[in-house]
């Protein structure tokens, strides 16, 4: 089979034979805590493809995750990793100074919204970088309490998984997890947790904030931080509308409580801006990053202004965060995303947006599409009425397309993410909206059988 772009080749069968035997022996060695939505067995990527152990090139429309956010084994940044490695792979910036961590944190500093006299603290992870945050909060605020979101996903350490509210596995035999967190409803429209209509609604997800859980069970004073993600991921890539950020941003300040915006997976690019959170107009006192930032090599960071860092030696550390080899991987990644990659994910975002719309008018399937730039999420339900969620055709949808060559995942519980890396063009748009169309088809005449 081959796509529009002439660059897919998928052979009958899937999996391989080959890469049968290397699920296999995953499923002897490597821990079943793993998520994997199909049976692909990576052997290389290139740009916007990727090739399994078998010889199948598929269009890569996950970006591993939205981190291989220049595409895959862009040259510039392998060129800049291969270099490195050649001069020093690790000599821990805890306890060190070596200039590829400084110059990313000075770059860091400048390229995220605020004043440009803020630090940066380096992991590996985004989760390591949500650790920081929540560490960095409490020390600087003395305040014990945490407010996030439901349907956010902030990572899986201790710290990180008690802000999350994603999904109950995630959470099933980790109790008690760290206390002083409580949990608000999002500014999810589509599914109104209060059953109102936007803007009539007057932002209710907030004022809930202010009038319930402020009068009855939390005195606002004793709250360090808001954590938020201005465009929900894991939960459904849901776009909230600009004033319940600013609201919420508002009732922070009112109350001496930190805004901190988990922009990993939004960050870097990807919505069209350097972070979503320019979109809103915030200005966060925290903000996490990972994922983008360093094209696939391991990094996350957490920005702050010096004013709120202000934690003493022996505070917090990392071993390995900020390791060189990433650093310069991860400056040539802001490079090449300001200088072209940025206005391109904005330009094909809207390009896929439009289509998908016309799309939805279509299929029945489609209950909603929504996003910013190259974060898309395209809701799917049985019913447009009752909005019921068709789980189980989202499933069969992203399996149908891995097999006729497109690679998908999915996000909250019953939408489709389109994430493709920022490199993406129209001629590969068209083939994944080619692929996508193609299998909603299928799915929904089996649906009227």
């Not at 895959?72 to 306890?95: K, N």
């Not at 590996?124 to 020390?139: D, H, P, Q, V």
């Not at 915006?261 to 990053?289: C, N, W, Y």
């Not at 690679?407 to 519980?413: H, Q, R, T, V």
């Amino acid at each position: 089979m081959k796509g529009k772009g002439g660059f897919l080749s998928i052979g009958k069968k899937l999996p391989g034979s080959e890469a049968r035997m290397w699920i296999k022996k995953d499923n002897r060695f490597v821990s079943q805590s793993y998520t994997r939505a199909y049976p692909l067995v990576v052997k290389r990527g290139k740009g916007m493809t990727i090739e399994d152990v078998d010889g199948n090139i598929f269009l890569d429309f996950t970006s591993g995750i939205a981190t291989c956010s220049t595409g895959h084994c862009h040259p510039s940044v392998v060129e800049a990793i291969t270099r490195q490695a050649g001069e020093l792979i690790h000599m821990s910036g805890t306890d060190f100074y070596y200039p590829s961590q400084i110059k990313l944190a000075e770059r860091l500093a400048k390229i995220t919204p605020g004043n440009r006299n803020k630090r940066v603290f380096f992991g590996n992870s985004g989760a390591e970088a949500i650790e920081a945050a929540f560490k960095l909060a409490r020390y600087h605020t003395k305040r014990e309490m945490f407010i996030a979101f439901y349907g956010s996903f902030h990572g899986r350490t201790m710290g990180a998984l008690s802000l999350t509210a994603s999904k109950a596995v995630q959470r099933r035999y980790f109790n008690p997890l760290i206390p002083g967190v409580r949990h608000a409803p999002y500014a999810y429209c589509y599914r109104c947790h209060y059953n109102l209509t936007y803007p009539g609604c007057d932002i209710e997800c907030v004022k809930w904030i202010r009038d319930v859980l402020f009068t009855n069970t939390i005195p606002p004073e004793e709250v360090a931080a808001i954590v938020v993600e201005p465009i929900q991921g894991e939960g459904g890539y849901v776009v909230p509308p600009k004033e319940f950020h600013t609201r919420l941003y508002s009732l922070a300040k009112e109350f001496g409580i930190l805004y901190i915006a988990d922009e990993v997976q939004s960050g870097m690019g990807r919505t069209g801006k350097m972070l979503a959170s320019e979109h809103f107009g915030i200005k966060p006192d925290i903000i996490t990053l990972a994922k983008g930032i360093a094209s696939g090599m391991p990094v996350g960071a957490m920005v702050a202004s010096s004013g709120i860092m202000d934690w003493i030696p022996g505070s917090h550390a990392s071993t390995f965060g900020g390791n060189p080899v990433s650093c310069e991987a991860a400056l040539v990644t802001i490079d090449l995303i300001q200088n072209e990659l940025m206005e391109n994910a904005a330009e094909i975002g809207e390009y896929l947006l439009n289509r998908l719309e016309e799309m939805k008018k279509e299929y029945e399937i489609i209950g909603d599409v929504r996003g910013k730039g190259l974060m898309i999420g395209i809701e799917l339900v049985r019913d447009r009425e009752t909005k019921e969620p068709a789980d189980k055709e989202r499933e069969k949808i992203i399996q149908r397309c891995f097999e006729k060559g497109l690679l998908l995942l999915g996000c909250g519980k019953n939408s489709v993410r389109f994430m493709p890396p920022l490199v993406v063009s129209r001629i590969d748009a068209d083939t994944a909206l080619s692929i996508f169309e193609e299998v909603l088809s299928e799915v929904e005449k089996k649906r009227c059988l």
